[in-house]
């Protein structure tokens, strides 16, 4: 074996070089699984509500249907899907975007308490038509810096799924704690814990892979994309956050997020 150079390689030199070209085609076959699955999923998440505007759409224009409320009723089902559609898109826009690493965080200090008041203010509607207690419980004056927006994407995504998968009654609560790390750096450590349904856990590995869920159908009735937890990892990733989920089935989950205090700069 020669080099481009024309300099003979050493044999462990070679050997070297051919397990690191090994690995790097493993990792191109990965990726492209991945890469078809996703489409795959996509596809066929997509299809669904697709088929369903058609199919009643067809029906209502075929003229078949006389009564009123029927008629109505597909009319629901058409309007229904068409916001899953929607949902889908955006859900698989804003994963793309992320992924592909489009999406620049613009930080500034965001105060929790004023941050967590909006929050339950926003999302209180839902939880109070399954009368679900719902509380936020913040150190005073914690600020912590990060991009607020994206701040409330996560918690926002992380709240609508505690109270959907939370039965009539239940609470949902937030908690935030400041921790010194070995480093010395600090953090801060949320927890977003429901008395809800639980995760199963052979499921709690996977939970934050695209389009896995737990339970399709309750997932597909109560509105969800199977993304959101996706977009939640990537983003607190993106803010050089950890998030991870401990659950009792029929007990409740909680998931627990360490936010570092202050964003570093990026170096150029
Ligand atoms: P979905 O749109 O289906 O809610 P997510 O990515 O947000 O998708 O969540 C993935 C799956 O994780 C859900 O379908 C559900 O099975 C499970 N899950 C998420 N949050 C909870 C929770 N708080 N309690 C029980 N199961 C949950």
Do not use: W
């Amino acid at each position: 074996i020669v080099r481009l150079d024309g300099v003979p390689m050493q044999q462990d030199e070679s050997y070297r070089g051919m397990l690191f070209l090994l690995q790097e085609v493993t990792e191109i076959r990965r990726l492209e699984k991945m890469r078809s699955e996703f489409v795959a999923n996509v596809s066929h998440e997509l299809k669904t509500p697709v088929a369903a505007v058609k199919g009643f759409a067809e029906t209502l224009l075929g003229g078949g249907v006389t009564d009123e409320k029927t008629a109505r009723s597909f009319l629901q089902i058409i309007y229904d899907e068409n916001e899953r559609l929607n949902r889908l898109i955006g859900d698989i826009l804003e994963l793309s975007k992320i992924e592909s690493k489009r999406v620049a965080l613009e930080c500034s200090p965001v105060h929790l308490i004023e941050f967590f008041d909006s929050m339950l203010e926003t999302i209180s509607k839902v939880a109070e038509k399954k009368n679900i207690s719902l509380s936020a419980t913040v150190p005073a004056e914690l600020f912590i810096e990060g991009d607020e927006d994206k701040l409330r994407q996560i918690f926002l995504n992380l709240l609508s799924n505690a109270i959907n998968y939370t039965h009539e009654g239940g609470s949902v609560k937030v908690t935030a704690h400041n921790r010194l790390k070995p480093d010395g750096s600090e953090s801060v450590v949320f927890t977003v814990s429901d008395t809800g349904m639980g995760i199963p856990r052979k499921d709690l590995p996977r939970i934050f892979e695209r389009f896995y869920r737990v339970d399709k159908a309750r997932s597909r009735s109560s509105g969800g994309t199977g993304l959101g937890l996706s977009i939640v990892k990537h983003l607190v990733e993106l803010h050089r956050g950890s998030i991870s989920v401990e659950s009792d089935l029929g007990i409740g989950s909680s998931f627990i997020l360490e936010l570092p205090l202050l964003q570093e700069e990026e170096e150029s």
